[in-house]
């Protein structure tokens, strides 16, 4: 794959690298196919003939034989401890019924001491024939007595064994606890606190260095780390971001989601590392815990969910931000949760002026339930919606998860990227892996062939929202792009040919003709191989490798 000459430095951050002899996904140059980096920039991007010019000035060069070279992907929504503790640990995603998640808890718990707390993810009872999450009776039998912690597959709710429960007092007292069904809110919280307590530095670094080193295997140059105090510890979020720092794997973008009312609480943001107050700063919980606030009930229950913050909760906190100038951000998926988010950014706006807020980009993560007034107010206040399109395709459909919680036809509205895109809403695609797996071609899959024909994008428009897109989320316009001048953050990819891929007819067909010079991606139609990562280069500085056969 590479050549190097003599005396030159693979980790060097000043030298420079030729690549030629492939596909260059450039707007600088449609029909690039060799592209230079300096030292942690991009320098050049053109066609092979003038790349022979610069073949006896650099340190090395890569022969991509044929080989597709993109911005590096950014995940806008990580859970990085987590990720981690799930490749690690007691992963029950592949769990096709109750008995075999029970079956998989017997066989991880009898390989642990007595005493260790055993911690999980991914179960998802609405999947299983037996229609119901295992019991505490059932779980205690399974854990062999041990404290056991196992999250539903949206991480907004948990199911636990009698052991754990004993380990955090008052407990039954806390709201969200329910004697024998999945515990919720403050109650799931306090589990959730008292099980990672147990997580030591060691098996949390082992945990981190995993997830990022999988990120990079996956082509993911930057994550956003969504932290906070109810979602994991500020000893976890410093360590991680100190972990990024040494420049050894993907980019983290830490956000630390707490409510702040002041210049003071502002600073102590910033002193963490965070890039803003926002991230998981929950206005209301998931549709598949019965926890998203809806303005109407939901179908399977009597009741509207759970909210968290009202819009003068939102509108405090935004105005706050803004004035200190840093980010904020909340998580929202039901549609009264998205109401509430809006109209407090709005009386933000009013407060501390509008311009003011639409240049701070504030941020939603997940906006599933938006409505025509939510996904307007979004486009006026300069809200990025920071959204999952694996949600749409492990949920979504008439069958599926969506459609049991709210019907049909609530169902067929959510997650409208193509409307968010119409109205000139910035979007940033990610995973919020653990809650679905890191997975950046996939991701832009979904996006394109939406469950919901109508809400599909193009893989043009969902290919920058995963690369510029979570750079722009940041503050940042110049990078995710390979063109001069740009971080030289960038991935090499093994795929068949390159297209330009669009939802369906409605997409002009000039945009899909050769002549016009869009920059073509692989064919992401569902059957098809996704593309396998072969080298992420991060900042110049190659974070994984796997050699060209």
């Known amino acids: 794959m590479s050549e190097r000459n003599p005396g030159s430095s693979e980790q060097h951050p000043s030298r420079t690298v030729l690549l030629r002899g492939g596909e260059v996904h450039s707007p600088a140059d449609p029909f690039a196919t060799a592209m230079v980096v300096e030292g942690d920039r991009i320098a050049w991007v053109g066609e092979e003939g003038a790349a022979d010019s610069f073949a006896d000035g650099v340190d090395e060069i890569v022969h991509l034989d044929g080989a597709l070279v993109t911005p590096a992907f950014t995940d806008a929504h990580v859970h990085t401890t987590a990720t981690g503790l799930a490749f690690t640990g007691l992963d029950l995603a ?93 109650a799931h919280h306090a589990v959730r606190a008292a099980a990672y307590a147990t997580v030591g530095p060691a098996q949390r670094a082992d945990a981190q260095a995993a997830a990022l080193a999988r990120a990079a295997a996956l082509g993911i140059g930057t994550v956003h780390e969504c932290a906070g105090p109810e979602i994991s510890s500020e000893d976890d979020f410093t360590a991680l971001l100190a972990r990024a720092a040494e420049g050894t794997g993907p980019r983290v973008v830490g956000y630390w989601a707490e409510l702040i009312a002041s210049a003071k609480e502002a600073d102590r943001i910033r002193e963490l590392g965070a890039h803003g107050a926002a991230g998981d700063l929950f206005a209301d919980g998931s549709l598949g815990s019965h926890t998203a606030h809806l303005h109407a009930p939901y179908a399977d229950a009597a009741h509207t969910g759970t909210a968290h913050l009202d819009a003068d909760a939102v509108a405090a906190h935004v105005a706050a931000c803004t004035e200190a100038g840093i980010q904020a951000g909340f998580h ?25 807020v639409r240049a701070a980009r504030h941020r939603v993560e997940h906006a599933e339930m938006l409505t025509d007034a939510t996904v307007a107010a979004f486009a006026d206040l300069a809200l990025t919606a920071s959204v999952q399109p694996a949600f749409d395709a492990a949920w979504g459909g008439p069958d599926g998860m969506y459609a049991a919680r709210l019907g049909t036809d609530r169902a067929a509205g959510l997650n409208p990227y193509a409307a968010l895109l119409r109205a000139g809403v910035p979007l940033a695609l990610g995973s919020d892996s653990p809650v679905t797996p890191l997975d950046p071609w996939g991701t832009v899959r979904a996006a394109v062939f939406h469950r919901t024909r109508a809400h599909g994008i193009s893989a043009r428009a969902a290919f920058t929202a995963h690369t510029r897109g979570g750079w722009r989320a940041i503050g940042r316009d110049d990078a995710g792009v390979l063109v001069p001048g740009a971080p030289a953050d960038y991935a090499v990819w093994r795929t068949g040919d390159l297209i330009v891929q669009a939802p369906d007819e409605r997409v002009e067909r000039w945009s899909t003709d050769p002549r016009s010079g869009t920059p073509g991606l692989p064919d992401l139609t569902p059957g098809n191989g996704l593309p396998q990562c072969l080298r992420t280069v991060v900042g110049g500085r190659t974070v994984f490798d796997r050699p060209i056969e």
């Not at 039901?334 to 706006?349: C, F, K, P």
């Not at 009013?350 to 003011?356: D, F, K, W």
Request: aromatic content about 4%.
């Open 332 to 356: 929202a998926i039901g549609d009264a949760a998205l109401t509430a988010v809006t109209e407090g950014v709005r009386a933000a706006a009013e407060r501390v002026g509008t311009a003011r």
């Open 94 to 186: 592949g769990a096709a019924t109750l008995a075999d998640a029970l079956a998989r808890i017997r066989s991880h718990a009898a390989g642990r001491p007595a005493g260790a707390v055993l911690l999980g993810h991914g179960w998802d009872a609405s999947a299983w024939p037996e229609g119901r999450p295992p019991s505490r009776a059932e779980l205690d039998a399974a854990a062999g007595g041990r404290p056991l912690y196992l999250t539903r597959v949206d991480v907004h709710s948990a199911v636990v064994t009698t052991a754990l429960l004993d380990l955090v007092p008052g407990i039954r007292d806390r709201s969200g606890f329910h004697p024998d069904a999945p515990l919720t809110g403050d």
